[in-house]
């Protein structure tokens, strides 16, 4: 005989498994160990007979040959058929469970325990595995069947709503409605009422119930007394839950049993907060379940006790939420009560703003003005009103201290997109609702445990990245790190190691040392910089003027690690209020290149500008960033030191292996990260994500760019920091890849508009590579290159293809050397030229005479233009013929008689053709030639 064990109370998912189960193993009967939820009863009392159930007291234990335990790892869960796990006879023990922190105590064969939102799911995808083609679009359950373990899953997930709910519950459920699962007898079974006796304990519970806001976050728990045991404890919690709307609750019912004089305690827990976990809070009384549901009996004396135990370890666990001095934007924008509405508008354009700060002359906030109410003024004509007749007056404000759950709560109940932070009577930020929805994203991504793909391999709790951190970076640049940490914490500084060095990190083989040479800090002031309210003569100059800042924290804490490294050469750029500093051949950390910023937000006045700069916080220095991928930051200072920045889901990117772009206007802006796109994709192995790619191509077809030159704008995007992504791309190894991405997206019109790339630049291309990999010395070889900028060369192919008018202009714009400007702009009638008389040389020495004074890479250049067997040719010369020389040179002359003179070079000519042609080949014979040709007098 086979059975399978449900535990004691079972609940819908245990039966659904066992059912499921059923058809697994064919002739298996179900054993309710004992008890049942209240639901589970009202089900069975209808349905019990299409199910293979029999009482326990009808088994014969010596005819048990296998047993299977579903939904539970405990022994002391199973009643009294436990005690069937001793019997000698059993073949086998099976586990079926999604209960992951459990420490099994039963002695089991085979266990199959994976994380998923209910036992349910784990058989249903071993009854989706034993089917045949044949069977598979057939109905393989009775309706009975999928009915109830549909209800498995529906209610061990919240109907795919709790946090354990995965995809594959998902999937599992939409099977099972294929397989005839009645959703009207579903409905009945989720929403069934409280029974008599729990709407009693229900009304004592909601006059009892203690509360307690514990960091924000509302902590109720409570005890009842009840004659006996009570069943569907967990549906009155969840009632409670719902109708105080309580973050955690601790539910606890103390009865008495005739036969014995202890008493019985049963502790039922829900939480909503992350971090917490009732599983691990119950364990040690032999409870459990999941993080945010579990249960415990207990029995003995002094429950008021053990609740209180329970409560005060609960509230020990509730972590510190994140505080409005965290979550704020500072420094705020902030305007007169004078400023017009048309100014208004302008500003919240410029700073991608929703609303502003209205402060008075001495800097005392006195209301807000949101994007809304500028809109409505401009709707009726108001657009020279001063926006004090808009402004909203009647204030929420929050401190710097105020939890992340109050600010949250404050937005919802009173519909406030953004609070202002004040201290001592100040305004020092402002707490919007994208800072409070992107921290929520936040926790979320570190709360919840995503199975680990083959890639990636970490969870970005904050524990496990400085654990990492400390493990993967190399000892030496890891003290630097913590010194650069140590200098900022001790100025109340937050510092961020941010952009691609998180993103490599994370990418990179868990198993070893990564060593990173080029970093990106950034350091987010605690307390805000002051800044003065925008005055209405101040506010035309913001479009005209770059704001040129004053030396930021960045510089100042990179002056304070030039101290400790007296050898680091320090670079600053005011501008940008950035510092680098750069290590050349170190013993220590070799060649490595820090640049440490003021973490600062930026505005584009016009597409290709370069940016002007502002300071501000963390969260704004990462949204001016190009890609998800690369908007990722690490803390570095305490508290929450290890906590992974991911507000715009970049690890969730790079799980996917996606480049996606950060805005819509973000090609328009800065047409290189277009190119940065394509080099982080094929650089990756990634994929540039179709909305992006979209993005790309309307920026390009818009001729946004070509306006922007036309209109004489300075357009550095396109011109030095076109040139840089071009060098970055042209010098690695896979710039044949990333040149065909760029020609598809026809991104090579940022170069210039008529540049396309044809088969003809392709053939071209290729043929460059295959003469630079003859001229490259080995990478172990000491030889110095003979083309020692390839990127250059191949850059110039590109621009030999535009009409000859073009090509030095577009060389002058991305500030290529002179002689490239001047060997494009020569080109045309060089190589018509050389073509020309290439093809009449009759002699190896007429071609070396012919190409002698060409530079190397004119000849290439030509060389790719030009036909096959004038490419011979030039390939002969530039290999083979210009590296011969004469068996004789000029000492040699002096020592057989010859005085220098004029006539000395046209001996050498002579001598040299001569050899060329094949007419000398030894130093006899050039000796030979030598005395018929040119005898001593």
């Known amino acids: 005989m086979d059975l399978i064990l449900c535990h004691t109370t079972a609940d819908f998912d245990a039966l659904g498994a066992a059912v499921g189960l059923t058809r697994l193993k064919p002739g298996a009967k179900i054993v309710l160990s004992g008890g049942y939820h209240p639901a589970v009863r009202e089900f069975l009392a209808l349905h019990r007979d299409e199910y293979a159930l029999i009482e326990r007291r009808s088994v014969n234990p010596k005819q048990i040959r296998s047993l299977m335990v579903v939904d539970t790892q405990m022994r002391d869960r199973l009643g009294k058929t436990a005690e069937w796990l001793d019997l000698p006879q059993l073949s086998a023990v099976e586990l079926y469970d999604h209960h992951l922190d459990s420490k099994s105590n039963i002695p089991f064969t085979q266990a199959y325990i994976e994380a998923v939102g209910a036992t349910t799911t784990l058989i249903v995808e071993k009854l ?11 109905p393989f359950l009775s ?25 594959r519950d998902a999937l ?86 005739k036969t014995d004089l202890d008493e019985r305690l049963t502790i039922v827990g829900r939480s909503r907060i992350d971090n917490i976990n009732l599983h691990h809070l119950f364990q040690p009384l032999g409870g459990g379940g999941h993080s945010q549901a579990a249960s415990l009996t207990w029995r003995g004396t002094c429950a008021q006790s053990v609740i209180n135990q329970l ?172 010194t650069a940490s140590q200098a900022a914490q001790k100025r109340g500084w937050h510092l961020y190691l941010v952009g691609g060095g998180v993103r490599d990190l994370l990418l990179a083989d868990p198993t070893k040392i990564i060593e990173l040479q080029d970093i990106d800090l950034v350091v987010d002031k605690a307390y805000p910089i002051p800044l003065k309210s925008l005055q209405a003569d101040s506010i035309e100059s913001l479009e005209t003027s770059p704001q040129v800042p004053e030396t930021g924290a960045g510089v100042e804490l990179a002056r304070e690690l030039q101290q400790y490294y007296p050898n680091v050469r320090l670079q600053v750029h005011g501008r940008f209020q950035t510092a680098a500093l750069l290590w050349h051949k170190d013993p220590e950390l ?65 799980e996917a292996k996606v480049i996606r ?13 277009i190119y940065r796109a394509v080099r ?171 190409l002698q004074n060409e530079d190397l890479y004119t000849l290439i250049l030509i060389a790719v233009q030009s036909p096959r067997v004038i490419r011979k040719l030039i390939w002969n010369y530039i290999t083979k013929l210009s590296q011969i020389q004469s068996p004789l040179n000029g000492n040699d002359l002096k020592k057989m008689g010859y005085k220098p003179s004029p006539k000395f070079k046209q001996i050498l000519d002579r001598l040299l053709a001569a050899t060329l042609d094949g007419e000398i080949t030894t130093r006899p014979t050039a000796e030979a030639f030598l005395a018929e040709k040119f005898p001593v007098n």
């Open 172 to 257: 599992a459920l939409a099977w099972l409605m294929q397989q005839g699962a009645s959703l009207s007898v579903i409905a009945d079974y989720l929403d069934s009422a409280l029974s008599p006796e729990l709407q009693d304990l229900l009304a004592v519970a909601l006059e009892k119930l203690q509360i307690e806001t514990i960091q924000g976050y509302a902590v109720a728990w409570v005890l009842l007394d009840a004659a006996g045991y009570v069943p569907g404890l967990s549906s009155l919690a969840a009632q409670l839950v719902e109708l105080t709307d309580v973050d955690a609750l601790l539910l606890g019912v103390r009865y008495r049993v």
């Open 143 to 167: 309706p009975a069947e999928a009915t109830v373990m549909a209800l498995g899953i529906h209610v061990d997930t919240g109907s795919l709503s709790y946090e354990a709910s995965t995809p």
């Open 311 to 482: 409560v005060e370890q609960l509230k020990a666990q509730i972590p510190q939420p994140p505080t409005a001095r965290e979550l704020m934007s500072s420094p705020v924008r902030t305007i007169l009560p004078e400023t017009t509405i048309k100014q208004a508008q302008r500003i919240l354009l410029r700073y991608g703003h929703s609303g502003l700060s209205v402060v008075d002359e001495t800097g005392k906030l006195i209301g807000m003005i949101s994007r809304r109410d500028i809109d409505i003024a401009l709707h009726h004509g108001f657009s020279h009103a001063p926006v004090k007749g808009y402004m909203s007056s009647n204030l929420k404000t929050i401190s710097p201290e105020t939890p992340l759950p109050s600010i949250e709560s404050l937005m919802v109940t009173y519909d406030i997109g953004r609070l202002p932070v004040l201290e001592n009577g100040q305004l020092v930020g402002i707490v919007t609702r994208t800072d409070v929805l992107r921290q929520l994203h936040q926790d979320k991504t570190q709360t919840f445990q995503r199975p680990q793909t083959p890639e990636l391999h970490y969870c970005p709790l904050p524990q496990v990245m400085g654990k990492m951190l400390r493990e993967r970076l190399t000892p030496q640049l890891w003290r630097v790190l913590t």
């Open 661 to 673: 772009v950060l805005h819509a206007n973000s090609f328009i802006e800065d047409p290189t990260r």
């Open 590 to 654: 070799g060649s490595l290149w820090i640049d440490i910023a003021t973490a600062r937000t930026e505005f584009y006045p016009y597409p290709a500008a370069n940016p002007e700069v502002e300071a501000s916080s963390i969260r704004q220095d990462l949204y001016r960033r190009d890609f998800t991928i690369n908007a990722l930051a690490i803390r570095l200072t305490d508290p929450r030191s290890g906590t992974l920045l991911d507000f715009f889901g970049g690890w969730r990117d790079l």
């Open 680 to 850: 982080f994709a094929v650089r990756l192995g990634f994929q540039i994500e179709s909305q992006t790619e979209s993005y790309i191509r309307y920026a390009l077809e818009s001729g946004i760019y070509t306006r922007s030159i036309s209109g004489n704008h300075k357009t550095p995007a396109l011109q030095t920091r076109l040139k840089s992504e071009l060098k970055y791309i042209l010098q690695e190894n896979y710039w044949k890849p990333a040149l065909q991405l760029l020609g598809d997206l026809g991104a090579l019109r940022c170069i210039h508009p008529t540049l396309e790339f044809t088969e003809e630049l392709w053939k071209q291309m290729r043929l460059v590579d295959r003469c630079l990999k003859r001229f490259q010395p080995p990478e172990e070889s000491s030889e110095q290159a003979v083309i020692r900028e390839p990127w250059q060369l191949l850059l110039e192919v590109l621009l030999a293809q535009l009409a000859p008018e073009h090509r030095a202009k577009v060389a002058e714009n991305l500030q290529l050397p002179d002689e490239s400007m001047t060997r494009l702009q020569r080109l045309d009638t060089r190589n018509q030229v050389i073509q020309s008389r290439l093809s009449q040389c009759k002699s190896p020495s007429q071609i070396v005479q012919l």
């Open 128 to 138: 989706q595995a034993t089917f045949t083609e044949a069977t598979r679009n057939q």
